[in-house]
């Protein structure tokens, strides 16, 4: 089974999100283990906040102790586009050796330059910018759709 691990900043506050992470979380659960750690936002409670050290604040929670051998995406507008079957193809080969598969997602100023470089993927959803929580279900049900096709269900079709 394989291993999920999402470190995002920010949480889900309104209901509809809650209910987008806990449908996709749901569903995930007969494919793969998820673990999702909430960081809190880098410049909580400023007035104007210093988006350098905002993201540095956050790099060291989502860098924090990270499993041994894990392969790394970090989420980011300036990464690689790829197709469902090919982020499928990628996860499937990266957790054949049993490896943890951690995904970062930043929070309102993105995330620092060092999470990208410790990434072993710098992924796109796409040229937009999206809001770190729907970055956040984006990557759930993506994940979702990768499980699908990897177990030839009928979810991708």
């Known amino acids: 089974m394989r291993r999920y691990i999402i470190r995002a900043v920010g949480k889900a506050k309104e209901p509809w999100q809650k209910e987008a992470v806990s449908e996709y979380e749901k569903r995930l659960k007969p494919f793969a283990k998820i673990d999702v750690t909430e960081i809190p936002e880098g410049s909580a409670g400023a007035k104007k906040p210093d988006e350098q050290k905002t993201r540095t604040k956050e790099a060291g929670s989502l860098l924090f102790s990270l499993p041994d051998n894990a392969f790394v995406v970090a989420l980011d507008e300036t990464g690689k586009n790829l197709s469902s079957e090919d982020f499928a193809k990628r996860i499937e080969k990266e957790s054949e050796s049993g490896r943890a598969i951690v995904f970062f997602v930043g929070g309102s100023w993105g995330l620092a330059e060092e999470v990208r470089k410790r990434a072993d993927l710098v992924l796109s959803f796409g040229k937009e910018t999206l809001p770190h929580i729907l970055a956040r279900i ?18 991708h079709k």
């Open 138 to 155: 984006v990557l759930l049900e993506q994940l979702y759709r990768a499980e699908t096709i990897i177990k030839g269900k009928t979810y």
